[in-house]
């Protein structure tokens, strides 16, 4: 087993603005809330679409919708924010395990979740959650979730400034230009910020 997850390659996150997150591993990549699809990713995860939801990616797959999805070794499950939802747009949060690495995306999240929203969302390794306040949850709020949903690591989207969003956290941190690491690194004690810069 040992032998196993030493083969296992490095997890890469990097962040491109917004909600725009790139998670690589070898050859397979991640890509959440993109501008554009220039950086070529196997899966692009949409946390808000507009109704119905635009075609888009070609050879990509375009995950823009609740439900449970499996390609290129990555298993995605996706759960409506319903009330956060309208007849125009849907917001989606998605759970996906990516060699054996757990990321939660948040997305576009602008209220607490409820207890029923919560079910399901165990054991998350990687968290991204929004750091700048309106018009998303506030600092307050994004602290609240963390703490409920106990990441090992968290990573805020959504921000020009992160002295708040730590100040509320209680933790400090440099911003990094990308994230590196494997999952025997991870701590089991407590949750690691994580900043990251363009």
Request: with cysteine.
């Amino acid at each position: 087993m040992g032998r196993f997850f030493d083969r296992i390659q490095h997890m890469v996150i990097t962040w491109h603005g917004e909600g725009c997150f790139k998670c690589q591993s070898g050859e397979i990549s991640i890509l959440s809330d993109p501008s554009t699809l220039r950086f070529k990713p196997n899966i692009v995860l949409r946390t808000l679409v507009k109704v119905p939801p635009e075609e888009e990616g070609g050879e990509i797959l375009v995950v823009n919708t609740p439900g449970e999805y499996d390609a290129f070794g990555v298993n995605i499950k996706g759960f409506q924010l319903k009330k956060e939802s309208t007849e125009s747009f849907i917001k989606t949060i998605y759970l996906v395990d990516f060699e054996g690495v757990r990321f939660c995306f948040l997305g576009h999240i602008s209220e607490m979740l409820e207890a029923t929203e919560m079910e399901g969302l165990e054991a998350i390794d990687v968290l991204f959650v929004p750091g700048g306040g309106k018009p998303f949850v506030s600092q307050g709020e994004a602290v609240k979730l963390i703490n409920q949903l106990a990441p090992k690591i968290v990573i805020p989207s959504f921000f020009k400034d992160t002295r708040e969003f730590m100040k509320e956290f209680g933790k400090q941190a440099e911003p990094l230009d990308k994230f590196t690491f494997k999952k025997k690194d991870l701590s089991e004690k407590g949750t690691e910020l994580v900043i990251l810069k363009i």
